[in-house]
Each structure stands twice: as structure tokens, then as C-alpha cells.
């Protein structure tokens, strides 16, 4: 089915306001705040030598990252489909029944995906042959770039970022992979044109908020030093706002100093670290919401 792609367009544009959803923004930076410290405390068990430790953490966090962002991407299709927007402990339950077709449908194309990988490498090996290999090679070589270059694309545009929201919005394994055929075959430039734009708020958004977060970062630092007296030196005032926990500051070589000062004084820039992660993850979601309304309205 061809997809309108003006109207299209101005609904992926309307995803802007993804950061008006206060749920999904909380239930996200919750998700990403929890997952950060189970990632700590796996770094800090590896540092200690307990890998099995460390697996576990990191394995929690990978959990909660993964369910997080499903039921974030539950309260936006609500957003996007002009719903009012459920409870994120409803979201959080609803993630934990369904999220797993997510899994399967990601699972279903990757091992597609290898197959076909597969059955090049196949070919490739045949080329060892005599008599068949040279001949062999000039028509696999050109092929093997377009199927897996293809299948690139498809991941990239298709499959990654609108399997989600087809489950969403309510499709089972079955139905996601259905769709993703249907816009396999039938749709991939207008959904490639349509995930573009998506692609080109996000990097706005991205850009705006680096902005936002570098200059008053910048400004703050200064403040706090010269007009405020703050004995903290500004590399280590300005580490929280880039991601840097106590031990990935002395990893780098800066020892943390001022005590509970500094350690507040991370704290408080991890917190602008992780909206500044958060806000542009939310336009992404709101967009590949918008992408997949976009193209199956009407069917």
C-alpha cells in the first residue's frame, strides 16, 4: 500500500513533542538510572575479580534497560495514537507480558539474516573449485555486496526500529514479521524517507540538548568556582555532566577530591547526563511510533 507521504511526513515531524510526555520521560530516566548502577556495581565486581558477580549485574541491567525502553515505547504509541497515556506501573506490567515478541520478531529477522549470510559464504567457498571458481566469484562478489549491504539497510531503516512499535501497538511475533515482509517488498522507500526524518530530529534534538548541557555546564562551573568559592576544580565538577562516575574519574587519571562535595557534585551532573541521554531515546521512540501509525493507517 502506498504510503500519503506529506501527511506522513507531518506526523513524524509532530514527534517534537515527544518530552511533553512526563510518564514516558520519568519511566525512561528511572529505567536508565537504575540500569547505570547495576552497570557500576558489575564494573565494581569485575574490578574485584568476580566475574560471576559481574555477569549477574550486567545481566540485571541489560534486563532493565530492555523492559525500561518497552514500556516507555508503550506510554508513546499511546501518545502517538492520541490515547491518554496509561500508568507507567501499567506500562511496566504490560512490557513484562509482551515485550518478549519484541525478542522474537529481532530474533526471526537476525537469523534470516544469517542464513543468508550463510549461504554466501557457501558460494564464496565454492569459488575454491576449479574450473567453476573465477566465474563463480564475478557473480557472487557483486551479489554478495547487494544482499548484505541490503540486508544492512533493512536492519537499519525496518527492522530495528519499527519492530518495537508494531508490537506496541499491539501485533503479535507473527503480525510483526508479516509487516516487516509487507514493507520489505512493497514499502522500504517510503520507509526508508519516512525513518530519515526521524533520524534528522533525533540529530537535532541530540545537537540541541549537547548545547543546552555544554554551555550552561560550562557557565555553571564557572560560577560555582570564581563567584560562589567552590574548592572543586572544574574538571571534576564538569565529570558528572559527561558520564563519569566516581571510579571512571580515577581511571582517568584525576583523583576525586572535596569529599561529600564532590561526590554531590557528581551526583547531580550524572543526573544532567542521563536527561541529556534521556531526551533524544524518547524523540526516537515518538518517531518510530509515528513511522509505523504512519504507514499502516488505514490497513
Known amino acids: 500500500m502506498t504510503t500519503p507521504l506529506i501527511p506522513a511526513l507531518a506526523r513524524v515531524l509532530a514527534s517534537i513533542d515527544a518530552p511533553r510526555n512526563l510518564r514516558a520521560l520519568h519511566a525512561l530516566l528511572t529505567a536508565f538510572c537504575v540500569a547505570g548502577l547495576l552497570l557500576a556495581m558489575a564494573r565494581s565486581a569485575l574490578g574485584r575479580e568476580q566475574e560471576l ?3 549477574l549485574w550486567l545481566g540485571l541491567a541489560l534486563a532493565v534497560a530492555f523492559f525500561g525502553v518497552n514500556a516507555t515505547g508503550l506510554m508513546v504509541m499511546d501518545q502517538a495514537r492520541g ?3 496509561r500508568d507507567p506501573r501499567d506500562a511496566l506490567s504490560d512490557a513484562l507480558r509482551g515485550a518478549h515478541r519484541v525478542l522474537l520478531a529481532l530474533l526471526a529477522c537476525v537469523a534470516a539474516a544469517g542464513a543468508a549470510a550463510l549461504v554466501l559464504a ?5 569459488t575454491r573449485l576449479p574450473g567453476v571458481g573465477a566465474p563463480l566469484l564475478a557473480l557472487v562478489l557483486p551479489a554478495g555486496v547487494l544482499v548484505l549491504g ?3 539497510f533493512a536492519l537499519v531503516i525496518l527492522v530495528g526500529p519499527l519492530a518495537g512499535p508494531a508490537v506496541w501497538a499491539g501485533q503479535r511475533s507473527a503480525g510483526v514479521l508479516r509487516f516487516l515482509r509487507g514493507r520489505l517488498r512493497h514499502g522500504l522507500p517510503e520507509t526508508g524517507l519516512l525513518m530519515a526524518a526521524v533520524y534528522l530530529l533525533v540529530a537535532l534534538a541530540t545537537a540541541a540538548v549537547s548545547f543546552v548541557v555544554v554551555t550552561g555546564s560550562r557557565l555553571v562551573a564557572g560560577l560555582a568556582i570564581v563567584g560562589a568559592g ?3 576544580p572544574a574538571q571534576q565538577l564538569l565529570a558528572g555532566v559527561m558520564g563519569l562516575g566516581p571510579r571512571a574519574l580515577s581511571a582517568s587519571g584525576v583523583p576525586l577530591e572535596g569529599g561529600a562535595l564532590g561526590l554531590a557534585a ?3 551532573g550524572g543526573v544532567v547526563f542521563a536527561l541529556a541521554l534521556v531526551l533524544p531515546t524518547l524523540v ?6 509515528a513511522v509505523y501509525l504512519a504507514l499502516t493507517e488505514g490497513e
Open 266 to 268: 557528581l551526583t547531580g
Open 122 to 126: 557457501g558460494l564464496f567457498w565454492a
Open 83 to 85: 490515547l491518554p497515556v
Open 230 to 232: 567552590v574548592e572543586l
Open 150 to 152: 541490503g540486508m544492512a
Open 284 to 289: 526516537w521512540l515518538r518517531g518510530c511510533c
Open 53 to 55: 558477580l559481574s555477569a
